[in-house]
């Protein structure tokens, strides 16, 4: 693959969780290392949209990049950076508003599905433009590829629309960013109901101590029956733990399966959670370590945003040019 320019990012609301591990920050460390150009955002205006609770809101900034840095992002290959602390984003994201209906906006199923999932009920408005809002932090970047999982794929095509939009009205500024799916299984949370997240409390943090991973594996929801065989349909829960097992042993499913031929659920659960640990014990350690240096971290978040404000603060000049906002005879 010819070497890309990759905008990928996440919402400050916590610490991220295997879930997180799975689906993207595995995949952002492979395209760091194959020398594409990684922008990661730290989306905190994002957070706001279903939300107004602020106190812990540095805490979770700090934890999503010991997050992102125990897992192998390194910075001098990937830029982090703050989406807040980058006015080109708030300024693009006002322009491009102007070429999208309310109608169009209201089309987007996944904001749809995040207002529900708070149970508050009424959409605010910056949840309806937060697709907007994506687009601009996509195309201020000219990102290339952005990674998603299936529910990003309507910003994602909102994205596109709106730089034709804008392309069309303006004259050609954007290109149109593609979408790069992750191939990797969701994993389940281990409640076996729904995906593993944060505020449904059924997830292993990358932050967990071993005693918290194994607990909470000793206590993850089971199917009856004994044996520990992969069937999806009839074993959810189990599968689950299974597809687990395999994904950070690397053993194969059917080789796991051999492997418990006449033993329990306990045996299994007790050596998934060492399974778990094993994958997780270099990740806490380097965790543990960027934690203990603040200062660093906080290095890490200010040149990296001061990165992103002149790579986009270059984007708004062609943006302000074409659009004929660059006022040259005002602003020379
Ligand atoms: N919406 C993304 C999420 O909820 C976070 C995000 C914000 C993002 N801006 C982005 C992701 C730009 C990719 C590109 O996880």
């Known amino acids: 693959m010819t070497k ?15 879930g997180h591990y799975v689906g993207s920050l595995q995949n952002r460390v492979v395209l760091q290392n194959e020398g594409n150009e990684l922008f990661i955002i730290i989306a905190d205006f994002q957070t706001l949209t279903d939300r107004t609770e602020t106190e812990h809101a540095e805490e979770y900034v700090y934890e999503l990049l010991l997050d992102y840095l125990s897992c192998g992002i390194h ?23 102007m070429l999208v209906t309310v109608a169009r906006a209201q089309q987007n199923p996944t904001i749809k599905e995040e207002t529900k999932a708070t149970g508050k009920g009424a959409m605010s408005l910056g949840m309806l433009s937060m697709p907007i809002s994506q687009a601009a932090d996509i195309l201020a970047f000219n990102a290339d590829l952005v990674p998603v999982g299936e529910d990003q794929l309507p910003h994602l095509e909102q994205t596109r629309d709106v730089a ?28 076996a109901k729904q995906k593993m997240s944060k505020s449904r409390g059924n997830a292993i943090f990358l932050s967990d101590s071993a005693d918290a991973v194994a607990q909470k594996i000793k206590s ?30 690397g053993k194969s499913i059917p080789d ?77």
Do not use: W
């Not at 089971?222 to 687990?244: C, F, Q, R, W």
């Not at 640990?277 to 971290?297: M, Q, S, T, V």
């Open 75 to 97: 910075p001098e290959k990937a830029t982090i950076f703050l989406q807040s602390r980058v006015p080109a984003l708030a300024e693009l994201s006002m322009y491009l508003s």
């Open 256 to 332: 796991i399966e051999r492997m418990y031929t006449g033993k329990g659920y306990a045996d299994f659960k007790a050596d998934l959670a060492d399974v778990v640990n094993a994958f997780l014990e270099p990740i806490r350690r380097a965790r543990g370590e960027f934690a203990r240096d603040k200062a660093y971290c906080a290095l890490v978040a200010r040149e990296g945003t001061q990165r992103a404000c002149e790579e986009t603060e270059g984007t708004m000049r062609k943006v302000r040019s074409a659009m004929r906002y660059d006022y040259p005879t005002i602003f020379r």
């Open 220 to 249: 993850a929801t089971t199917d009856s029956g004994k044996e520990i065989i992969y069937d999806p349909v009839h074993k959810p829960a189990l599968a689950n733990l299974l597809i687990m097992y395999h994904l950070f042993s």
């Open 164 to 191: 034709r939009a804008f392309n069309r009205t303006f004259g050609v500024v954007f290109k149109e960013p593609q979408p790069l799916l992750s191939k990797a299984p969701r994993l389940m949370g281990l409640d």
């Open 4 to 18: 890309k320019r990759i905008l990928t990012g996440d919402r400050p609301t916590g610490p991220l969780h295997l």
